[in-house]
């Protein structure tokens, strides 16, 4: 008999790497299996339920829980390429079996969020390129010296673009979340100043998204390096500017 392998694909919302792996019908059985990232802060789990049906738990780039699906065996094993989407955004979270097909719609998904980073830019009223995270840094155990020793001063002046405006930022998953979710804001006019006046500017840093008041100058700077700067302004009713 002819073992039906599957691979799976996936984005991992803590360290931005795409994860792959694959799983056959017999791994499926009992507690089921799992493909996790290698930094060990999300995994892919899936185990054969009830009727042939396969259940899959996918952690999610935009929302703080995993998603839980329930599928049939012959979409799960027949097909050359199957995805499924956050509920929420729409947007396809993992990606699963031939392995050619799945990686190459795992590299059209990141053009797309990327594009949405770009458009949340657009929006926020700034040329997409204006602001670069692509500094040269020397890196000790994951985080900037030389961008701290900078802080320490006074901010410096953000260079013109050298290279991929997400890649190069300190988080580029919670980054482009963060922009998703500023928008949303936006949207639902909830992004105000202590002015009182309307409207914002918005510059990308290196590890932060700053919102400054066209009118008075006031500064909201949003940190954008964990899942819990995600998490504090997804908690919040609305972006307040302060003066």
Same mark, same amino acid.
């Given at each position: 008999?002819?073992?039906?392998?599957?691979?799976?694909?996936?984005?991992?919302?803590?360290?931005?790497?795409?994860?792959?792996?694959?799983?056959?019908?017999?791994?499926?059985?009992?507690?089921?299996?799992?493909?996790?990232?290698?930094?060990?802060e999300s995994e892919v789990s899936?185990?054969?339920?009830?009727?042939?049906?396969?259940?899959?738990?996918?952690?999610?780039?935009?929302?703080?829980?995993?998603? !839980?699906?329930?599928?049939?065996?012959?979409?799960?094993?027949?097909?050359?390429?199957?995805?499924?989407?956050?509920?929420?955004?729409?947007?396809?979270?993992?990606?699963?079996?031939?392995?050619?097909?799945?990686?190459?719609?795992?590299?059209?998904?990141?053009?797309?969020?990327?594009?949405?980073? !770009? %458009?949340?830019?657009?929006?926020?009223?700034?040329?997409?390129?204006?602001?670069?995270?692509?500094?040269?840094?020397?890196?000790?155990e994951g985080r900037d010296q030389?961008?701290?020793? %900078?802080?320490?001063?006074?901010?410096?002046?953000?260079?013109?673009?050298?290279?991929?405006?997400?890649?190069?930022?300190?988080?580029?998953?919670?980054?482009?979340?963060?922009?998703?979710?500023?928008?949303?804001?936006?949207?639902?006019?909830?992004?105000?100043?202590?002015?009182?006046?309307?409207?914002?500017?918005?510059?990308?840093?290196?590890?932060?998204?700053?919102?400054?008041?066209?009118?008075?100058?006031?500064?909201? !700077?949003?940190?954008?390096?964990?899942?819990?700067?995600?998490?504090?302004?997804?908690?919040?009713?609305?972006?307040?500017?302060?003066?």
């Amino acid at each position: 008999m002819k073992i039906q392998i599957v691979a799976i694909a996936y984005r991992c919302p803590a360290c931005s790497k795409d994860v792959m792996g694959e799983v056959d019908l017999f791994e499926l059985g009992g507690e089921g299996t799992s493909i996790p990232c290698d930094c060990g802060e999300s995994e892919v789990s899936l185990m054969l339920g009830a009727e042939g049906k396969i259940k899959i738990s996918v952690p999610c780039l935009f929302c703080p829980e995993s998603h !839980r699906y329930q599928l049939a065996g012959v979409s799960f094993f027949e097909r050359d390429l199957f995805t499924l989407a956050c509920k929420y955004t729409s947007v396809d979270i993992v990606f699963m079996g031939d392995p050619t097909h799945v990686l190459n719609a795992l590299e059209e998904s990141e053009k797309q969020l990327i594009e949405m980073f !770009r %458009e949340a830019m657009d929006e926020a009223g700034e040329e997409e390129q204006e602001y670069d995270c692509s500094h040269d840094y020397d890196w000790d155990e994951g985080r900037d010296q030389h961008y701290q020793e %900078e802080k320490s001063d006074e901010e410096p002046a953000i260079p013109q673009p050298t290279g991929d405006l997400i890649g190069a930022c300190a988080n580029p998953t919670v980054t482009m979340n963060l922009m998703y979710l500023v928008k949303e804001f936006a949207q639902d006019q909830k992004i105000r100043c202590d002015c009182g006046k309307e409207g914002y500017n918005l510059q990308l840093g290196y590890d932060h998204i700053q919102l400054t008041c066209p009118h008075c100058g006031g500064v909201r !700077r949003i940190n954008s390096v964990t899942e819990n700067d995600l998490y504090a302004l997804a908690d919040q009713d609305e972006i307040r500017i302060r003066r």
